[in-house]
Protein backbone atom coordinates (compact mmCIF):
# COMPACT_ATOMS: atom_id res chain seq x y z
CA UNK A 1 0.00 0.00 0.00
CA UNK A 2 0.91 3.45 -0.26
CA UNK A 3 3.50 4.91 2.35
CA UNK A 4 3.51 8.73 3.22
CA UNK A 5 6.87 9.72 4.82
CA UNK A 6 7.21 13.12 6.45
CA UNK A 7 10.66 14.76 6.61
CA UNK A 8 11.87 16.10 8.51
CA UNK A 9 10.34 14.40 11.44
CA UNK A 10 11.19 17.34 13.81
CA UNK A 11 12.32 21.01 13.61
CA UNK A 12 13.33 23.74 15.08
CA UNK A 13 12.74 26.88 14.21
CA UNK A 14 12.15 30.86 15.52
CA UNK A 15 9.34 33.05 15.17
CA UNK A 16 9.92 34.69 11.60
CA UNK A 17 11.44 31.66 9.95
CA UNK A 18 10.71 30.60 6.60
CA UNK A 19 9.73 26.71 7.14
CA UNK A 20 9.13 23.94 4.92
CA UNK A 21 7.86 20.70 5.47
CA UNK A 22 8.42 17.56 2.92
CA UNK A 23 5.85 14.93 2.58
CA UNK A 24 7.06 12.18 -0.21
CA UNK A 25 4.44 9.27 -1.45
CA UNK A 26 5.60 5.83 -1.82
CA UNK A 27 4.19 6.47 -5.34
CA UNK A 28 1.80 8.55 -7.52
CA UNK A 29 -1.42 9.84 -5.83
CA UNK A 30 -1.58 12.58 -8.12
CA UNK A 31 -2.55 15.94 -5.85
CA UNK A 32 -4.81 13.90 -3.34
CA UNK A 33 -3.20 15.39 -0.26
CA UNK A 34 -4.27 16.83 2.32
CA UNK A 35 -1.64 19.00 5.17
CA UNK A 36 -3.34 19.10 9.27
CA UNK A 37 -2.02 20.88 11.83
CA UNK A 38 -2.50 19.09 15.60
CA UNK A 39 -1.39 20.56 18.89
CA UNK A 40 -1.34 18.87 22.00
CA UNK A 41 -4.95 18.37 23.41
CA UNK A 42 -6.26 20.04 20.67
CA UNK A 43 -8.39 19.37 17.75
CA UNK A 44 -6.24 18.42 13.91
CA UNK A 45 -7.30 21.62 11.87
CA UNK A 46 -6.96 21.25 8.10
CA UNK A 47 -4.74 23.37 6.59
CA UNK A 48 -3.97 22.46 3.09
CA UNK A 49 -5.89 20.12 0.85
CA UNK A 50 -5.92 18.68 -2.69
CA UNK A 51 -1.82 20.12 -2.47
CA UNK A 52 -2.07 23.22 -2.85
CA UNK A 53 -5.66 24.79 -1.61
CA UNK A 54 -5.89 26.80 1.49
CA UNK A 55 -8.84 26.02 3.46
CA UNK A 56 -10.99 28.86 4.59
CA UNK A 57 -9.95 30.79 7.54
CA UNK A 58 -6.43 29.80 7.50
CA UNK A 59 -3.86 31.93 7.43
CA UNK A 60 -2.08 33.01 4.04
CA UNK A 61 1.67 32.48 5.26
CA UNK A 62 0.54 28.22 5.07
CA UNK A 63 1.25 27.00 1.20
CA UNK A 64 1.32 23.66 -0.06
CA UNK A 65 2.51 22.53 -3.10
CA UNK A 66 3.59 19.40 -5.38
CA UNK A 67 2.10 16.60 -7.44
CA UNK A 68 2.98 12.97 -7.89
CA UNK A 69 5.04 11.94 -5.21
CA UNK A 70 6.68 15.32 -3.81
CA UNK A 71 4.83 17.49 -1.56
CA UNK A 72 5.85 20.15 0.31
CA UNK A 73 4.35 22.01 3.22
CA UNK A 74 5.81 26.15 3.49
CA UNK A 75 4.85 28.24 6.51
CA UNK A 76 5.93 31.85 5.27
CA UNK A 77 7.12 33.35 8.58
CA UNK A 78 6.25 31.45 11.76
CA UNK A 79 4.17 32.79 14.44
CA UNK A 80 3.97 31.35 17.75
CA UNK A 81 0.58 30.11 17.40
CA UNK A 82 2.29 27.88 14.61
CA UNK A 83 4.69 25.46 16.87
CA UNK A 84 2.39 22.12 16.72
CA UNK A 85 2.10 18.70 14.55
CA UNK A 86 2.01 18.57 11.27
CA UNK A 87 0.72 15.73 9.22
CA UNK A 88 0.39 15.21 5.40
CA UNK A 89 -1.93 12.61 4.18
CA UNK A 90 -2.99 10.96 1.14
CA UNK A 91 -6.41 10.03 0.13
CA UNK A 92 -5.41 8.56 -2.82
CA UNK A 93 -5.64 4.61 -2.09
CA UNK A 94 -7.88 3.35 0.33
CA UNK A 95 -5.45 3.31 3.35
CA UNK A 96 -5.86 7.05 3.11
CA UNK A 97 -2.73 6.75 5.30
CA UNK A 98 -1.29 9.90 7.03
CA UNK A 99 2.74 10.44 7.41
CA UNK A 100 4.33 10.14 10.65
CA UNK A 101 4.08 14.00 11.55
CA UNK A 102 6.51 16.46 11.56
CA UNK A 103 6.61 18.14 15.47
CA UNK A 104 7.53 21.98 14.60
CA UNK A 105 9.66 23.49 18.13
CA UNK A 106 10.38 26.64 19.26
CA UNK B 1 -21.98 25.95 12.18
CA UNK B 2 -20.70 22.25 11.55
CA UNK B 3 -20.00 19.93 14.56
CA UNK B 4 -19.35 16.85 16.05
CA UNK B 5 -19.31 15.29 18.84
CA UNK B 6 -17.87 11.60 19.89
CA UNK B 7 -19.37 9.80 22.41
CA UNK B 8 -18.74 6.36 24.06
CA UNK B 9 -17.29 3.88 26.29
CA UNK B 10 -13.40 5.18 28.01
CA UNK B 11 -12.78 2.06 29.36
CA UNK B 12 -12.82 -1.18 27.51
CA UNK B 13 -11.78 -5.04 28.13
CA UNK B 14 -9.43 -6.49 25.52
CA UNK B 15 -11.60 -9.04 23.16
CA UNK B 16 -14.61 -7.06 23.59
CA UNK B 17 -16.59 -4.84 21.06
CA UNK B 18 -16.46 -0.95 21.12
CA UNK B 19 -19.28 1.23 19.56
CA UNK B 20 -18.54 4.93 19.18
CA UNK B 21 -20.98 7.38 18.19
CA UNK B 22 -20.55 10.71 16.17
CA UNK B 23 -23.80 12.64 16.82
CA UNK B 24 -23.72 15.94 14.68
CA UNK B 25 -25.08 19.37 13.40
CA UNK B 26 -25.44 21.75 10.85
CA UNK B 27 -25.37 19.25 8.50
CA UNK B 28 -27.10 15.87 6.73
CA UNK B 29 -25.81 12.72 6.19
CA UNK B 30 -28.02 12.20 3.55
CA UNK B 31 -27.02 15.33 1.05
CA UNK B 32 -25.05 14.65 -2.22
CA UNK B 33 -21.48 14.78 -1.71
CA UNK B 34 -21.28 14.54 2.61
CA UNK B 35 -19.47 12.09 4.43
CA UNK B 36 -18.54 11.10 8.19
CA UNK B 37 -15.33 9.40 8.99
CA UNK B 38 -13.33 8.40 11.70
CA UNK B 39 -9.88 8.43 12.55
CA UNK B 40 -7.80 7.89 15.97
CA UNK B 41 -4.54 8.57 17.41
CA UNK B 42 -2.82 6.33 20.05
CA UNK B 43 -0.41 7.80 22.51
CA UNK B 44 2.72 9.23 21.16
CA UNK B 45 1.51 8.01 17.59
CA UNK B 46 0.81 9.25 14.22
CA UNK B 47 -3.24 9.81 13.24
CA UNK B 48 -4.87 6.92 11.42
CA UNK B 49 -7.47 6.85 9.58
CA UNK B 50 -10.41 4.49 10.07
CA UNK B 51 -13.64 4.59 7.52
CA UNK B 52 -16.09 6.51 5.94
CA UNK B 53 -19.73 6.63 5.19
CA UNK B 54 -20.78 8.42 2.35
CA UNK B 55 -24.31 9.61 1.61
CA UNK B 56 -24.91 7.37 -0.66
CA UNK B 57 -24.48 4.44 2.26
CA UNK B 58 -21.50 3.74 0.61
CA UNK B 59 -18.25 2.84 2.86
CA UNK B 60 -15.07 2.22 2.92
CA UNK B 61 -12.37 0.83 5.70
CA UNK B 62 -9.26 0.72 6.37
CA UNK B 63 -7.15 -2.12 4.86
CA UNK B 64 -5.63 -3.33 7.78
CA UNK B 65 -8.40 -2.61 9.99
CA UNK B 66 -11.44 -3.55 7.44
CA UNK B 67 -12.33 -7.04 8.85
CA UNK B 68 -12.85 -5.60 12.81
CA UNK B 69 -14.90 -2.10 11.77
CA UNK B 70 -18.26 -1.81 10.46
CA UNK B 71 -19.67 2.19 10.26
CA UNK B 72 -23.01 3.00 9.86
CA UNK B 73 -25.57 5.84 9.67
CA UNK B 74 -28.64 6.96 11.17
CA UNK B 75 -29.96 10.19 9.15
CA UNK B 76 -33.05 10.72 11.61
CA UNK B 77 -30.72 11.17 14.59
CA UNK B 78 -27.86 12.84 12.81
CA UNK B 79 -25.68 10.07 14.30
CA UNK B 80 -22.49 8.12 12.81
CA UNK B 81 -21.76 4.66 14.30
CA UNK B 82 -18.47 2.71 14.14
CA UNK B 83 -18.01 -0.56 15.72
CA UNK B 84 -14.77 -2.46 16.31
CA UNK B 85 -14.56 -5.39 17.62
CA UNK B 86 -12.25 -8.09 19.50
CA UNK B 87 -10.47 -4.96 21.39
CA UNK B 88 -6.66 -5.19 22.02
CA UNK B 89 -4.46 -2.66 24.40
CA UNK B 90 -3.17 -1.59 21.07
CA UNK B 91 -6.24 -0.19 20.42
CA UNK B 92 -6.14 2.42 22.80
CA UNK B 93 -6.44 5.95 21.43
CA UNK B 94 -8.39 8.97 21.01
CA UNK B 95 -10.97 8.59 18.47
CA UNK B 96 -12.17 11.23 16.45
CA UNK B 97 -15.26 11.54 13.84
CA UNK B 98 -14.57 14.11 11.13
CA UNK B 99 -16.77 15.71 8.02
CA UNK B 100 -15.82 15.11 4.59
CA UNK B 101 -15.55 18.67 3.17
CA UNK B 102 -18.14 18.51 -0.14
CA UNK B 103 -16.09 20.65 -2.62
CA UNK B 104 -13.07 18.80 -2.62
CA UNK B 105 -12.93 15.63 -5.25
CA UNK B 106 -11.70 13.48 -2.59
CA UNK B 107 -11.65 12.84 1.11
CA UNK B 108 -10.39 16.14 3.08
CA UNK B 109 -12.03 16.39 6.88
CA UNK B 110 -12.22 19.91 7.27
CA UNK B 111 -14.76 19.63 10.53
CA UNK B 112 -13.33 17.06 13.11
CA UNK B 113 -15.14 16.55 16.66
CA UNK B 114 -13.34 16.89 19.89
CA UNK B 115 -12.16 13.09 20.57
CA UNK B 116 -13.01 10.91 22.68
CA UNK B 117 -9.96 8.93 24.93
CA UNK B 118 -10.60 4.87 24.91
CA UNK B 119 -8.49 2.62 26.63
CA UNK B 120 -8.31 -0.85 26.13
CA UNK B 121 -7.37 -2.27 29.19
CA UNK B 122 -8.38 -5.43 31.84
Known amino acids: DIQMTQSPSSLSASVGDRVTISCRASQNINNYLNWYQHKPGKVPELLIYTASNLQSGVPSRFSGSGSGTDFTLTISSLQPEDFATYYC?????????FGQGTKLEI | QITLKESGPTLVKPTQTLTLTCTFSGFSVSTPGVGVGWIRQSPGEALEWLAI???????RYSPSLKSRLAISKDTSKNEVVLTMTVLDPADTATYYCAHRLVAAPHDVFDVWGQGTMVTVSS
Open chain 2, 53 to 59: IYWDDDK
Open chain 1, 89 to 97: QQTYSLSRA
